[in-house]
């Protein structure tokens, strides 16, 4: 029985941390900073790069909501790294640096 519950406590972690959410530092430029509605348009760099390539497509560019003081050093063309979290249908940034 004892290792029956054992068993069970294992599996139940294991798929716990799988749901969890992961945050993963994400990379891209900034392409529109839109400081009345707290909104930044970001074209992520494409997937194994570091940086962009020239002819290089990562993707279409995304829209995240931005706490405020956070958009205020933030200008169109910026490289950067972000952390993105969503609630509700709502893409977050949770943080963001300049590269």
Same mark, same amino acid.
């Given at each position: 029985?004892?290792? %029956?519950?054992?068993?069970?406590?294992?599996?139940?972690?294991?798929?716990?941390?799988?749901?969890?959410?992961?945050?993963?530092?994400?990379?891209?430029?900034? %392409?529109?900073?839109?400081?009345?509605?707290?909104?930044?348009?970001?074209?992520?760099?494409?997937?194994?790069?570091?940086?962009?390539?020239?002819?290089?497509?990562?993707?279409?560019?995304?829209?995240?909501?931005?706490?405020?003081?956070?958009?205020?050093?933030?200008?169109?063309?910026?490289?950067?790294?972000?952390?993105?979290?969503?609630?509700?249908?709502? &893409?977050?940034? %949770? &943080?963001?640096? &300049?590269?």
């Amino acid at each position: 029985m004892r290792l %029956t519950q054992t068993l069970l406590a294992a599996s139940l972690l294991t798929v716990i941390s799988s749901v969890a959410p992961a945050q993963e530092a994400l990379t891209g430029t900034v %392409t529109i900073v839109n400081r009345i509605s707290g909104t930044v348009t970001i074209q992520p760099a494409p997937s194994g790069t570091d940086s962009a390539t020239v002819g290089a497509a990562g993707g279409a560019a995304e829209q995240f909501k931005v706490q405020a003081g956070m958009l205020t050093t933030l200008h169109a063309g910026d490289r950067v790294t972000f952390s993105v979290s969503e609630t509700g249908g709502t &893409k977050t940034i %949770t &943080k963001i640096e &300049k590269r």
